[in-house]
Structure formats: structure tokens, C-alpha cells
């Protein structure tokens, strides 16, 4: 028996459901390191390998780090909510495409994201771990953006399920 507004005992311990959920704002790739990223409306990922046509997908590395293969970097995420930081806080203006991460999400904790699975879409991730910026980026970028994206730099994952992503897709926890 329980008091009104209150949960018995044994209720107390169940898993909790996140309580946020997201959706994908950009997708981009490029096929080669230091080429511009492409902006597209749907991107094919496959389980275990990455994204189609993109510069880090294993077995046809062609990125900037694929002297360092890493199972856990077959997309990557970056949060909409940092490029507004970063201009409010840093004045710095960064587009979506400049962060060169794959996928730009909005109402995503990605920094507390790191060895749980989550959907975008059809598609099943799991976060292996934070982005680190590099300088790399701001050698590209010509903007001193390393400092500033420190904590922030999006979220390295493995794909578990593959499937087509879109822009406009709801991103939430498994």
C-alpha cells in the first residue's frame, strides 16, 4: 500500500528513463583530411565500420588522425549549444560545418553521454568518449578555437546498429 504521491518501496530502485531528448540539427563528412566538410540532408551508417564516404571510415581511412585507428571515433557529435557559447562567451563565430565533427545536435548532454548507448534515429551509438580539440582545427579554421572548446569538443562514438540518419531525426537514450 502506498501514501498518495508517494512510491512504495520497492518502486524506489527502478532504472530511471532519461529525461531529455534531442534532435539532429546538421550532418556532415568529407572524404579526405583537410578538405572542406559537406553538408547532407541523410547520412548511411554501417554497424562497426562508420560513415559512408567519410574520411574515418574503417577500412578506407583517409582523415588527418588515421595513423590512429580507433574503433570507438565512427561518428562523431558536437552539440549546437556549444557554437552559441562560443560566440557569447569567447566571441568566436564557428558554423556548424567548421567544428568538423558529423553529426551537430541540439538538447543532447553529450558530456554525460560517455559508455551508454543512444538512438539517432534508426541508428544505435555508443559514446566511447569526449572529443579533445586539436590544433589541427585551428589550423584550418584560422581561429583560436582550442581553448575554448576544452570540455567541449563533442563526443567520439561506435556504432552498434547501423541504419540512414537524417537531419530532423530525434536523438534519445536506449
Not at 65 to 79: M, V
Not at 90 to 99: D, R, T, V
Amino acid at each position: 500500500m502506498t501514501i498518495a504521491g508517494t512510491e512504495s518501496v520497492q518502486n524506489v530502485h527502478r532504472p530511471v528513463s532519461p529525461s531529455w531528448t534531442g534532435v539532429v540539427r546538421y550532418l556532415h563528412i568529407t572524404p579526405r583530411a583537410f578538405l572542406p566538410m559537406e553538408s547532407f540532408n541523410d547520412l548511411t551508417l554501417v554497424a562497426g565500420k562508420g560513415i559512408v564516404g567519410d574520411r574515418y571510415m574503417i577500412g578506407q581511412e583517409s582523415g588527418f588522425y588515421s595513423h590512429k585507428p580507433e574503433d570507438g571515433r565512427q561518428i562523431t557529435l558536437f552539440e549546437i549549444e556549444t557554437l552559441e557559447a562560443l560566440a557569447r562567451d569567447a566571441k568566436i563565430q564557428m558554423l556548424p560545418e567548421e567544428h568538423r565533427r558529423n553529426v551537430t545536435v541540439q538538447g543532447v548532454p553529450l558530456n554525460h553521454l560517455v559508455g551508454r548507448q543512444f538512438w539517432v534515429g534508426e541508428a544505435l551509438l555508443e559514446a566511447t568518449r569526449l572529443s579533445t580539440p586539436c590544433r589541427h582545427i585551428e589550423e584550418i579554421l584560422g581561429k583560436a578555437v582550442f581553448d575554448p572548446m576544452i570540455n567541449r569538443a563533442g563526443l567520439n562514438c561506435r556504432i552498434l546498429k547501423g541504419g540512414v540518419i537524417h537531419v530532423g531525426d530525434i536523438v534519445r537514450g536506449a
